[in-house]
């Protein structure tokens, strides 16, 4: 039988780097010992994970508590059906599932040598059945929510950790990532978000796009959760992983990564927008008694660092179609295919030293990388202006057949 989720390790040599997929993966946490957590507090959550403040041997970390979501939390396949198979889910879980998401992401920081771009990663957890039980005991509370059965559907309690069961009919362990302790931003600046677009610019250099860009996922000034992530090579990036797949589905996959990769963009500029229109909010609310001195303060706060800024690029909320030709030539700031995921280290013969001195290889980015520039109609680009209005969704949809995953038009509303 297929296993879809890793199983309970016999031994720390059954803890192999995950996920057992091709592409970057992440190395178990080195407790130097016996498994050891003291769980000290429960410090926040999110649509995947329950986060703790731990203590590993004396240093205080974050750990991150994946939860064993159901299919419309992450990009599975459309077809429930599809998913009952283990073999389907289990191709699926590798590449999207949050955890292997997160797990693929920071394998590429580390493989690259730019662990710098995000919080810190000390590789992943697999519970064991002793501090399951004192994360439950703590944490009553959350049982249900670690558990999967967080959620019911059409009066039916999905209990998704029993969905998939190990070899020996247990339901699989909970899986964590070590990750450091930090703080989320206080109030997102002009000096946070040039460092932060630049961020994502050089992610998406190393094949990392759809991060989770918010202010409130800022933890000590960088980037922090790639629980959606997709890193290069995936089903969605990569063609060649699928030798069976027909030309105008290579060219719609193309499409569907350039409105991914650009989605990084727009939500930066949203984010940048909204806290500039609370900032005016605040101005507003205090003109009646307001000093010059602090009408500057405030127009000195506001940000103008955009990806796509007003009037230029892709960015489909100030684009204007109007006059333009039957075609529109749009771009990103980097293309994530670009990076070389089969040779990692040596592409381009940028073997160099990190900064820091460490002997860890380092593959140098291009300061300014080369824009991403594809065509589209009128008609697809007007689509875009509107779906970037309304938020992002995924105009493909997924599905697998004889081992390979397909993409297929997603029905529309
Ligand atoms: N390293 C950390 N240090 C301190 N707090 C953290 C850390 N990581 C996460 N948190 C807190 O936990 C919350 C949830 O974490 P995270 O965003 O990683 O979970 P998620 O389930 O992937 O969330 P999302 O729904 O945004 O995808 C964060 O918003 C933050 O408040």
Not at 116 to 132: N, R, T, W
Not at 317 to 346: I, Q, S
């Amino acid at each position: 039988m297929v296993s879809v989720y890793t199983d309970w390790p016999k031994s720390a040599a059954d803890l192999l780097p995950l996920p057992d997929c091709d592409g970057p993966k992440l190395r178990p946490f080195d407790f130097r010992g016996q498994q050891n957590i003291q769980f000290l507090e429960h410090i926040g959550d999110g649509a995947h994970a329950d986060v703790f403040r731990v203590n590993i041997g004396g240093q205080i970390y974050a750990l991150k508590v994946f939860r064993f979501g159901i299919e419309d939390r992450w990009m599975a396949p459309e077809h429930k059906s599809d998913y009952d198979s283990p073999e389907a889910a289990r191709a699926f879980y590798n590449y999207s599932e949050p955890f292997c998401a997160e797990c693929r992401a920071y394998g590429r920081l580390q493989e690259a040598g730019h662990e710098d771009l995000s919080i810190q990663c000390f590789g992943y957890v697999l519970l064991d059945e002793k501090h399951e039980d004192s994360l439950m005991k703590q944490f009553p509370e959350l049982r249900h929510a670690i558990n999967g059965n967080y959620q019911t559907i059409d009066s039916v309690e999905i209990f998704s950790r029993k969905r998939f069961l190990g070899k020996d009919g247990r339901p699989p362990p909970i899986r964590c990532l070590v990750k450091e302790f930090g703080h989320e931003c206080d109030a997102l600046q002009a000096k946070d978000a040039k460092q932060i677009l630049k961020d994502i610019i050089r992610l998406h250099q190393l094949g990392i796009i759809d991060i989770d860009i918010a202010d409130r996922q800022i933890i000590n000034g960088k980037i922090g959760d790639f629980s959606t992530a997709i890193t290069v090579p995936h089903y969605l990036t990569t063609p060649a992983l699928n030798p069976h797949l027909a030309p105008e589905w290579i060219s719609a996959m193309e499409k569907e990564l350039f409105v991914f990769s650009s989605n990084d963009y727009w939500v930066f500029d949203a984010m940048v927008d909204e806290v500039n229109q609370e900032l005016s909010m605040e101005h507003d609310e205090e003109h009646d008694e307001e000093s010059g001195e602090t009408q500057n303060s405030i127009r000195k706060k506001r940000i103008e660092v955009f990806a796509f800024p007003p009037g230029k690029g892709n960015r489909p909320t100030r684009y204007d179609l109007r006059g333009t030709t039957t075609r529109a030539r749009l771009y990103t700031l980097a293309d994530p295919r670009r990076y070389n995921w089969r040779d990692p280290v040596k592409r381009g013969n940028s073997r160099a030293r990190p900064e820091d001195g460490s002997q860890k290889p380092h593959q140098r980015l291009q300061a300014q990388p080369p824009r991403w520039y594809l065509d589209f109609s009128r008609k697809e680009a007007e689509r875009l202006r509107q779906i970037a209005f309304a938020g992002f969704t995924n105009q493909l949809a997924w599905t697998f057949k004889e081992g390979h995953i397909f993409p297929t038009q997603r029905p529309q509303n």
